[in-house]
Each structure stands twice: as structure tokens, then as C-alpha cells.
């Protein structure tokens, strides 16, 4: 398959979160052009924090997109396209559960949305936590709440739990560290 080639990258906007872009591209197969939509982003990390009884730890926040709360394992964007997926995700660990870890390994790596999005978000493992204190961002309420991972796959089936990093990562960790009867 021949590649397409992308002629123009304009940015529309620059925003806090991403950057909005109009490619112009032309198609190889018939040489048509075409003007296709880009969300730039930085990258974000999620933590699977495991308790040492096996539980993990959850976030319920609101998320305005939806208008409504979620519950979501704990993740954010990096600081920059310089700041490593790890470090991000021990930052976001230690601000949204006010835990902290040198045990953390990598589970999965993911694109959102890529047909319009490079947003990649790096999952992560996390256990022996060290409780420290949480540093929410001064727009971020959140309660923390812990789940089994057949709880989880439950309100997953029950389409209780949508957020598709979450999804992922439940069902990595389950496959990859569980055996489960769900």
C-alpha cells in the first residue's frame, strides 16, 4: 500500500490539552486531495495501583466531557513531550491517591483515537505503595475508591466503567496477573 503524503500542516488552534491542526494530504491510490482534522497531544500515563491485599485503588471524578462521574484507574498528561511516561505516571499516582511506588512496570501502551488523535497513553503497574498525601491540580475533585478486578470486569460488563484506558488496562492486568471466573 502506497503511503499518503501530507502536503500542509496548518494549526488552527492551540489549546491547554492539544493542539488542533487541517492537514492536506493526497490520496496515492487516485491522487485526490483532501483535507483530513489532527489532535496534537503530548502523551499521557495511567497507574493500575494494586493494594498489597490485591485491590485497586480507583478514582471517581466528574469529567465534563460527559457531564457526569466517572470512575477511571489514575492518569494524566505529561508535562511535555520530554518528561517520561513513567515519571508522569509516578507524578499522577502520587497527586491523585496520595500513594507513591519504586515498584511500577509497564502493562500496556495505547492510541485513544487514531483516527484523528495521536494521544498515546503509557498503563502502568504499580504495588507497594507508600501512602504520602494527594496533590490534586486546583480543577481536580476526586475520591478514591478500591475494587477488586472481578469487581471491575463486572461494571465493565454492566457498562458501569466506559473510560476505554480503564477498560484496557482491567482487562491487561486481569489477563496478564489473574485468574479469574468472569
Partial sequence: MEKVERLNRELVKHCSIIDV????????????????????????AAVVPVTDEGK????????????RETIEIPAGGR????????DAARRELEEETGYKSDDM??????????????????????RNLVPTHQKFDEDEEIELEEY????????????KIQ????????????????????
Fill in 21 to 44: 491542526y487541517k492537514d492536506t494530504v493526497r490520496i496515492p491510490k487516485n491522487g485526490n486531495i483532501a483535507e483530513w482534522d489532527f489532535i496534537g497531544h503530548k502523551g499521557a
Fill in 79 to 86: 508535562n511535555g513531550t520530554d518528561e517520561a511516561f513513567i
Fill in 105 to 126: 512496570e509497564i502493562l500496556v501502551s495505547l492510541y485513544t483515537t487514531v483516527a484523528f488523535c495521536n494521544e498515546r497513553i503509557d498503563v502502568f503497574v504499580a
Fill in 56 to 67: 485497586i485503588i480507583m478514582v471517581r471524578q466528574y469529567r465534563n466531557a460527559l457531564d
Fill in 148 to 159: 477488586t478486578v472481578d469487581e471491575l470486569c463486572r461494571m465493565i460488563y454492566d457498562c
Fill in 163 to 182: 473510560d476505554s484506558k480503564t477498560v484496557s488496562a482491567i482487562m491487561a492486568y486481569k489477563n496478564k496477573y489473574c485468574n479469574s471466573n468472569i
